[in-house]
């Protein structure tokens, strides 16, 4: 993809002078990547993976949780996006928690008591960056539903560990990135679960098939809800930005509707 083109993506969120802005534009705010099994979201974890891990970037720390897939599969990916995980992660700058194989023992205070010692690390890693001035710190889970699976369907637990992780991006300025998948809940009307997640999120962002079907050269489209943007008049609205994406090797591609030919 061509370097000087404009990332959509970047300017959705923020991030076109990232390196010229401190803190990094997403501290202290919650953002909620929402996708489906034909259209996933997984590339925009790539993608805040990359810049917040970005040498020239404020933010110094990733806490990953990773339920979806293994260390080498993040490795494999974001050294072809032109990030190596392995430095970072020797350099204490990626701490990578492996929870594939995770499952809290079943019943209530059992599944409670494995969250609190989950946030714990978590915490942990936060406090200690923090104290060795590692001001920009980034938390990402890369699947909530299995979060939620681990911890055998105790959805109300799962959230209330959200909520704590939240109030971590307002004692240390924390980012909360997390990837949830819709369609599982296709079968109930708009779920608590959903509104609560789409409630506590700073950012919505939901990656969906095309309204016309499959397409050879777009793989689908993104809309970004930023929430309490601050206008020069210190005024407080709503912006959102809507734009197609094709998937490529060694990057993604963004445009608007009707842009490509």
């Not at 993506?9 to 034909?38: H, I, M, N, Q, Y």
């Not at 889970?141 to 959200?162: K, P």
């Amino acid at each position: 993809m061509d370097q000087r083109a404009p990332n959509l993506l970047d300017e959705a969120l923020g991030l076109v002078d990232e390196e010229k802005t401190k803190p990094w534009p997403l501290s202290s705010r919650v953002v909620l990547v929402e996708d489906r099994v034909e259209t996933s979201g997984a590339f925009v974890l790539h993608h805040l993976l990359k810049r917040a891990l970005s040498p020239h970037s404020s933010n110094d720390v990733v806490v990953f949780l990773a339920f979806s897939q293994p260390f080498s599969h993040y490795d494999r990916v974001l050294r072809k996006l032109g990030c190596n995980l392995t430095a970072q992660r020797e350099n204490n700058r990626f701490f990578f928690l492996d929870l594939l194989m995770s499952e809290f023992p079943d019943g209530d205070e059992e599944n409670k008591d494995g969250l609190v010692a989950l946030y714990g690390k978590i915490e942990k890693v936060v406090s200690t960056s923090f104290q060795e001035n590692k001001k920009c710190i980034t938390i990402v889970i890369d699947d909530f539903s299995l979060m939620e699976v681990a911890a055998n369907g105790s959805t109300n637990y799962v959230l209330d560990f959200l909520r704590y992780c939240r109030t971590l991006t307002s004692a240390f300025g924390c980012s909360l990135v997390v990837l949830n998948h819709e369609d599982i809940y296709s079968s109930i009307e708009r779920p608590a679960l959903i509104l609560q997640m789409e409630y506590l999120a700073d950012i919505l962002i939901k990656a969906e098939p095309l309204a016309t079907g499959l397409a050879t050269d777009v793989h689908g489209q993104l809309t970004v809800l930023n929430k309490e943007i601050r206008d020069e008049q210190g005024s407080s609205r709503n912006k959102i930005c809507n734009f197609h994406f094709r998937v490529k090797e060694n990057g993604v591609e963004y445009f608007y509707p009707g842009s490509k030919t």
